[in-house]
């Protein structure tokens, strides 16, 4: 069956599509209804399934022959260590540590937050979790200790689950104490702290509620799998919004587990035994879905990388790790083959490597970028797909269906929609946009299997922030167009959500915290343009009548408050002081208007501006200060 038949079929007789996808997995209970409708009225896929993930994630694999397949590739150059992990060893390891949970009183429905690096042991504490029927929220460990506790508050923990250190480019971040703080600053208090220590840096525990991983894990006994419904949480990811407040996306476990299986074969065209390697980090919803549930799930051997694409040691190190585990199907952010091309511009890195086994590259997490897109085409000589999703809906939304029939691909465009998502752009009214004109990006209901039902613990903010928009819609929250040939342009949020180096951050929550600076009266924090991280944050700012600081101490001041309270990885370096910031009559700032100065776009002046004298004087000032496009 061709693309477009079995996406017509995915569409027009969803039941029967999901159904037979659903097929392909080891139930305890095959669920009874297909789609049914749950209390807040969404549409919900194989809610009464019984299923347990890590069971088809690893022990399925053992009782089908694959115990001695490396599940795990642990590739740690910042650490100088290797470790293959069979599927056998990875069942025995995760159902040790479920007992230590289970010990720790973990059930059922219990959160547990894993603040961790990129480890085996951060994955074998989210199967433990999934094992039991707990639900994990995995916080990445660039987060301080601010957004940790907004985490730890939300979703109430009964255990935190922590390595003594991460390790970043020349140095050791010690997560312990970033750790202490959260809990001293959340209302939540977690009962018990588990602390995997590392060769690089010792933790100190706290008598009485802190516990050494190693110790525990040799005396636990192991706990077998708690089959669970398919419409029970599986885990919060936490992501951004345009407030400070974190947004703990829910996922549910039979959709997921339906949507992951079916992506693995359909969109990336790999087999069980192939090797698949996400260059990202269980922190984000890449993480979960392609380091850890998508490979596992289909049997497949999964890299887990720490490291980075530069500087550990060097420019090739994407070209070594696919060699050496031999990597069929590669998917990282664009920003780390800009970082490559930066350091190898002639590209003459990757000759120096067999990279026959590697079949695809796979894009996603911001725009990829023509000039990059042709840049790896060419350098690699291998199909390379961008593929559009977000954490919301836990895989691609658009795409290239490349084991089922590969899709002439677009520079410039993420692809095709991928199975059930009815992808449309709309205007304000909700009206459908005609070809090549650029409106709102929405998704038809219901929403195929994967995508959340819920916001943790606020339902409405679900109702209110995504289907209210457009009624019989879900707004994703990007703008873009789809051409002639029905492919997909994205171009970029229409709120206030920035991507940062494939990270995506709040500018909002940003304005939270430069605005508590006690010299600042107003404030904006724009996206502009970054040659290599995609986008990089700026803040505008206007002081208190009366206050006297010189920039560069209030600059320091403010990315000093930024990392403490969001982390470094929020790449907030730049601040200007400026005397006005162009509003709306009625003080909105126009915040879009201030990006596109700085971006060198041709822009309107809006007519609902309430005094547009200020922005000659925030334009020069911007090329003075080198910021943004405008000053090049
Ligand atoms: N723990 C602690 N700190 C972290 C961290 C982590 N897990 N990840 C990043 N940071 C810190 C970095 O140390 C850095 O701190 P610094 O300002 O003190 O130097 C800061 O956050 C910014 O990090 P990063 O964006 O990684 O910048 P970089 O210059 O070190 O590396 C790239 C640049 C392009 C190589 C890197 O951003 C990259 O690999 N990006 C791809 C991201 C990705 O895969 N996203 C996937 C989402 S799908
Ligand atoms: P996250 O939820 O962190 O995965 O971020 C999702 C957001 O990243 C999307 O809403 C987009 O704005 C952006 N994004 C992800 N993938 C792409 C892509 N392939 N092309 C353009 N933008 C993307």
């Known amino acids: 069956m061709g693309y477009q038949e079995y996406y017509a079929e995915s569409i027009n007789e969803p039941e029967r599509f999901w159904q037979r996808q659903a097929d392909q997995l080891a139930w305890f209970t095959p669920p009874l209804h297909i789609l049914s409708t749950d209390s807040n009225g969404i549409q919900r896929w194989f809610a009464d399934g019984k299923l347990n993930l890590a069971y088809l994630a690893v022990d399925f694999h053992v009782e089908q022959g694959r115990g001695d397949q490396a599940a795990i590739f642990y590739d740690s150059p910042v650490s100088d260590s290797k470790r293959q992990i069979s599927y056998r060893d990875l069942m025995e390891q995760v159902a040790r540590f479920a007992g230590v949970l289970r010990a720790k009183g973990v059930g059922y429905g219990d959160r547990v937050v894993i603040y961790m690096p990129m480890i085996p042991e951060a994955v074998v504490a989210m199967l433990a979790c999934v094992r039991l029927g707990a639900i994990h929220s995995v916080v990445f460990g660039g987060f301080a200790a601010h957004e940790l506790a907004s985490r730890i508050e939300d979703a109430e923990p009964k255990v935190v689950l922590t390595a003594s250190c991460g390790i970043e480019i020349n140095k ?5 104490p970033l750790l202490d703080e959260a809990i001293r600053l959340s209302a939540h208090q977690p009962e018990h702290v588990i602390v995997y220590q590392r060769a690089q840096c010792a933790a100190e525990l706290q008598e009485g509620r802190d516990y050494d991983w190693c ?28 407030t400070g407040k974190p947004k703990g996306v829910v996922r549910d476990t039979g959709s997921y ?5 079916h992506s693995m074969s359909m969109l990336y065209d790999v087999k069980p035994g192939d090797v698949f390697w996400a260059a990202s980090d269980v922190g984000w919803v890449v993480g979960h879905s392609y380091i850890v549930y998508g490979p596992l799930i289909h049997g497949c051997s999964t890299v887990l990388y720490e490291g980075k694409p530069v500087k550990t040691p060097d420019a090739a190190a994407f070209w070594r790790v696919a060699e050496e585990y031999r990597v069929k199907a590669l998917f990282a952010a664009p920003t780390a083959f800009r970082a490559i091309r930066k350091e190898d511009p002639e590209g003459r890195l990757p000759a120096r490597y067999d990279l026959s086994h590697l079949r695809y590259i ?46 002439p691909t677009k520079a410039g465009s993420a692809g095709l929609p991928m199975t059930g998502f009815d992808v449309r752009v709309l205007d304000a009214n909700g009206d459908e946009m005609p070809v090549n004109q650029q409106g709102s990006i929405a998704i038809k209901l219901p929403l195929p299997p994967g995508c959340l039902p819920t916001i943790w613990g606020d339902f409405e903010r679900l109702r209110s922030g995504y289907l209210r928009t457009f009624p019989g819609y879900y707004v994703s929250g990007d703008g873009g167009y789809k051409d002639e040939d029905g492919y997909i342009f994205i171009m970029g949020r229409t709120d206030d959500v920035i991507n940062v180096a494939g990270h995506r951050l709040s500018t909002g929550e940003m304005e939270e915290v430069v605005a508590s600076h006690p010299a600042v ?31 560069a101490e209030l600059q320091q001041e403010l990315v000093g408050l930024m990392r403490d309270r969001i982390g470094a990885l929020a790449c907030f370096k730049r601040v200007m002081v400026v005397d006005r910031l162009p509003k709306t009559r009625s003080g909105k700032i126009l915040r879009k208007l201030l990006r596109q100065m ?8 809006p007519s609902t501006i309430d005094d547009p004298s200020c922005l000659g004087e925030i334009q020069m000032l911007m090329q003075q200060r080198r910021i943004g496009t405008v000053a090049r």
Request: hydrophobic share 45%; proline share 8%.
């Open 172 to 176: 050791i971040i010690a997560y312990k």
């Open 257 to 261: 587990a339906v949507a992951l299986k």
């Open 215 to 242: 110790a525990l894990a040799q005396e636990a006994d192991q706990a077998p799998c708690v089959p669970v419904n398919g419409a029970d949480p599986l885990y919060i990811l936490y992501t951004s919004g345009t």
């Open 521 to 551: 009266a107003e404030c904006a924090v724009i996206g502009i343009q970054d040659p290599l991280k995609g986008q990089e944050p700026v803040g505008l700012v206007l002081l208190k009548d009366g206050v006297s600081i010189a920039e």
């Open 598 to 605: 700085a971006d060198g776009e041709e822009f309107s002046i």
């Open 362 to 407: 796979f894009m996603a997490g911001e725009r990829l970028d023509p000039p990059t897109y042709q840049w790896v085409s060419e350098v690699l000589d291998k199909p390379v797909i961008d593929h559009w999703w977000q954490t919301e809906t836990g895989w691609a939304i658009v795409g290239n269906p490349m084991g089922v029939e590969p899709q």
